[in-house]
């Protein structure tokens, strides 16, 4: 199992960026994928995730502080996971990471730093 992000970078306040996670080494369609970040000294958050309900529709859930700023989704076809991020704050500054819930267990990338700063 492997998942890489990429996207992270330095943005003014008010920019966006959009971040990506390719996956492989499983059954991506099937499961649910979701972001997370981190600050130093704080706790990983939950950001965003997405989660198929059948072979076409999705279910996206996205955390009170992002909600109508950043939006999540998913190409099964290029494996690959989406997290567009508009009217970035400062605290929006953290380490973003891709995790997928497999029946395994939870697989994470190596996550990709995200900068809002003048």
């Known amino acids: 199992v492997q998942l890489v992000e990429s996207g992270g970078g330095l943005v003014q306040p008010g920019g966006s960026l959009r971040l990506s996670c390719a996956a492989s080494?499983?059954?991506?369609?099937?499961?649910?994928v979701s972001w997370y970040r981190q600050v130093v000294g704080k706790e990983r958050e939950l950001v965003a995730s997405i989660t198929m309900v059948s072979m076409v529709s999705t279910i996206a859930k996205h955390a009170d502080s992002v909600l109508g700023r950043f939006t999540i989704s998913r190409d099964n076809a290029k494996r690959t996971v989406y997290l567009e991020m508009n009217r970035l704050k400062p605290e929006d500054t953290a380490v973003y990471y891709c995790?997928?819930?497999?029946?395994?267990?939870?697989?994470w990338g190596q996550g990709t730093q995200v900068i809002v700063s003048s």
């Open positions: 995790n997928a819930n497999l029946d395994a267990g939870d697989y």
């Open positions: 080494g499983f059954t991506f369609s099937r499961c649910a």
